[in-house]
């Protein structure tokens, strides 16, 4: 019933000349591969260049950030609309790297749900716990703020066009995984917040990807787990044969 999404993140990685080399490379890997969506996330200025060149195929595109604001004086940031012009379909919204490095706040995230919404782009809103707030025992506590703030004010209608993605932020480019049971108990934890905050339905229907050094070894204990409907996929998306053998997993 939920459709898994296996979406690879390449960060700060790729020139337009690499990332159109890649989807190339990636398009015949993956292209019976209707069991799940799979999206890339490249930089900005690739963003357009890999949309016309994935266009007739299975693969989705997604920015990795986006600006609240339709345009305006906002030097250096980019809109949803102009993300949706570009060919995109999706956008990665509060990841623990913009969390971290760039001032991203709950308050932010949910004005940045709200801007993709309105462009008609599906947001992967990242939630996720540091490793002091795991030792402390806060897990719950941080990652279930980072929803009720981030989703605060949508309707079940707008929900339903949300995916999550829990990246632990110790498991992200660390090779330290959680173990699939870790990574299915905080799961779990963000499906009956969603009942709580919305209802029981949107709680059963909402994708909850997972992220954080997710590799061609250890995505089927993953995906394993009823709660785990795909993954967010960092290091190992950069290469086309591990990207793919992700998704085939
Ligand atoms: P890694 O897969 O490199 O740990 O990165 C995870 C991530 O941050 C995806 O958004």
Redesign the pocket.
């Known amino acids: 019933m939920r459709k898994p999404v296996i979406a690879g993140?390449w960060k700060m990685f790729k020139t337009v000349e690499e990332a159109v080399a890649f989807v190339d490379a990636l398009v015949p890997l993956v292209e019976s591969s209707a069991h799940c969506e799979v999206v890339v996330a490249p930089p900005f200025p690739a963003l357009s260049s890999v949309a016309q060149r994935v266009k007739a195929t299975n693969i989705g595109v997604s920015a990795q950030d986006c600006h609240w604001e339709k345009e305006g004086a906002f030097t250096g940031e980019v809109s949803c609309e102009m993300i949706k012009e570009a060919g995109a379909s999706h956008v990665i919204i509060g990841?623990s790297e913009r969390r971290q490095f760039f001032g991203e706040t709950n308050e932010t995230v949910n004005k940045k749900i709200f801007a993709a919404l309105r462009a008609f782009l599906v947001p992967i809103v990242c939630v996720g716990e540091s490793l002091a707030e795991r030792e402390k025992n806060e897990t719950e506590r941080v990652v279930g703020e980072q929803m009720t703030k981030g989703l605060d004010s949508l309707t079940e209608l707008q929900l339903s066009h949300i995916i999550v993605a829990y990246?632990p932020v110790w498991?992200?480019?660390t090779g330290r995984t959680a173990t699939p049971e870790l990574a299915a108990e905080t799961h779990r934890f963000i499906r009956d917040t969603v009942a709580k905050l919305f209802s029981r339905s949107s709680s059963a229907a909402i994708r909850i990807l997972y992220?954080?050094?997710?590799k061609p070894d250890n995505i089927k204990g993953l995906m394993a787990q009823p709660d785990i409907d795909g993954a967010?996929?960092?290091?190992?998306s950069l290469k086309p044969d591990s990207f793919a053998a992700i998704v085939n997993f």
């Open positions: 993140n990841h990246e498991a992200i480019g992220g954080g050094s997710v967010l996929v960092g290091g190992a």
